[in-house]
């Protein structure tokens, strides 16, 4: 879609985008599992027909260059994922636009409803009719992924509907050319309908470094102060990779771990996306070997063959290691950069597989701090933390996707303030953690 956005803006006079009209049974459907008990909800996700892709085995990866476009590695880039916070990506883009066409500016008021304020964590804990600033909630995305922050931001800039500015953002990924990706709310939050690939994610990452270099340093920030607490970032590359820009991290259970990332060296920038990772661990690990075999690609133009089987220990074979002769395109039209795929072949994604999510029953608030391929790994973590604390159980759950059993290392039997002080406390340590809700575990994401 070639719409300028900012005839849909709310703080402009322009009118309603419409929804697609074959989508709204679909919504009506996944409204109603999103309201059943969790263990339905993630059923319904995992063996309905449609879903071609999310939970798809392997992880799917990019890497292009920021400057030119042109793809470095990629394997299975076009599968459909859930893009957990990713998401907010997109909410600052259009925040960004806003302030860069004087619509908003850093001072202006956000109004924290009742829906920002009792959204699922990781949130700064703001209260219904508090005020914050546009600035403080961009820094609070960009750094510890607060939903609340992101909810209240786009109701704003949806003129107080979240349903709207969804629909908002939907319009701009068509406009950027994000084909494949579909949003339904600020935050990330799950939903069934809103989903993204690795190369939609790129392309919005461009358009973030690119058309808005003035509001970049907001994902560099590694800590900024709030109302007499400090609030680190969650992006760890920041701190381990030299040269690291940042962007932003994200997770739920379904949609794994997801990471975009960009940096720069010597004048070449680079920016990586990948989704449906493992572990934090493996998801850096990753990231830091696919950069640095980016920085590394011959400069004539030739594109670089990805042949990294030996980092996707537990991909599909199908998906492993695809050779693009492809690249970015990019067709200014109407203040947007609309980027095409131009691929030479068709590409095949890998076989879709099902898999079936078992939630053990954990009592009271729960602590998450990490995943885990080994349960004696889990249990470990688990029992550190507890020792570290003085309280809690040292629990650990496990998800069998794809037919392979994974360990949550779990704090269990808190309440929710003794769950979100551990998570402030390891966080400050940089030690990811996340805040599980009772009986609402697939629905914790940060």
């Not at 270099?213 to 760890?236: K, L, M, V, W």
């Not at 693009?324 to 795929?341: F, V």
Request: include cysteine.
């Amino acid at each position: 879609m070639r719409t300028a956005l900012s005839k849909y803006s709310p703080l402009s006079n322009g009118g309603k985008a419409r929804k697609p009209a074959g989508l709204r049974a679909w919504i009506t459907g996944a409204v109603l599992s999103i309201c059943m008990l969790p263990q339905i909800a993630a059923a319904r996700i995992e063996t309905d027909p449609a879903a071609t892709g999310p939970l798809a085995p392997g992880v799917s990866y990019i890497v292009i260059n920021g400057h030119s476009g042109k793809i470095l590695s990629e394997n299975a880039a076009d599968i459909k994922r859930y893009p957990a916070s990713l998401t907010k990506l997109m909410t600052l883009d259009l925040a960004f636009q806003a302030l860069a066409d004087h619509r908003l500016s850093l001072s202006s008021p956000v109004l924290i409803t009742a829906d920002a304020a009792y959204v699922q964590p990781v949130k700064l804990g703001l209260r219904p009719g508090e005020i914050i600033t546009v600035n403080q909630a961009i820094l609070a995305m960009a750094t510890m992924s607060a939903n609340d922050a992101a909810t209240a931001l786009g109701q704003t800039l949806g003129g107080g509907s979240e349903e709207r500015f969804a629909e908002m953002m939907t319009l701009r990924a068509r406009a950027l050319g994000m084909n494949n990706t579909q949003f339904r709310n600020p935050s990330g939050l799950p939903d069934p309908a809103q989903f993204t690939t690795a190369h939609d994610m790129a392309i919005l990452a461009s358009d973030l470094l690119r058309d808005f270099p003035q509001y970049s340093h907001y994902f560099a920030t590694e800590s900024f102060d709030f109302n007499g607490r400090t609030i680190y970032s969650n992006d760890a590359m920041l701190k381990i990779y030299p040269g690291a820009l940042g962007m932003k991290t994200g997770f739920t259970d379904l949609a794994r771990f997801n990471l975009v990332t960009a940096a720069e060296r010597n004048g070449t920038l680079l920016i990586g996306v990948e989704l449906h990772e493992h572990s934090w661990r493996t998801a850096y690990q990753q990231m830091t070997a696919l950069m640095d075999q980016g920085f590394g690609a011959p400069s004539d133009g030739m594109p670089l063959v990805a042949s990294m089987p030996h980092l996707i220990q537990d991909a599909d074979a199908a998906t492993i290691s695809r050779a693009p002769s492809e690249k970015l395109a990019m067709d200014r039209h109407r203040g947007a950069t609309k980027w095409a795929l131009r691929r030479s072949s068709p590409a095949h994604a890998a076989p879709l597989r099902t898999a079936q999510v078992t939630q053990d029953m954990v009592p009271g608030w729960i602590a998450q701090v990490g995943t885990y391929e080994s349960p004696i790994a889990a249990k470990r973590e688990a029992a550190a933390v507890r020792n570290m604390r003085g309280l809690g159980i040292a629990r650990v759950g496990s998800i069998d996707l794809h037919g392979k059993r994974l360990w949550r290392a779990q704090l269990a039997g808190l309440d929710a303030r003794s769950a979100r002080s551990t998570c402030s406390i390891l966080s400050h340590r940089h030690v990811s953690c996340f805040v599980i809700a009772p009986a609402a575990d697939h629905l914790a994401m940060r």
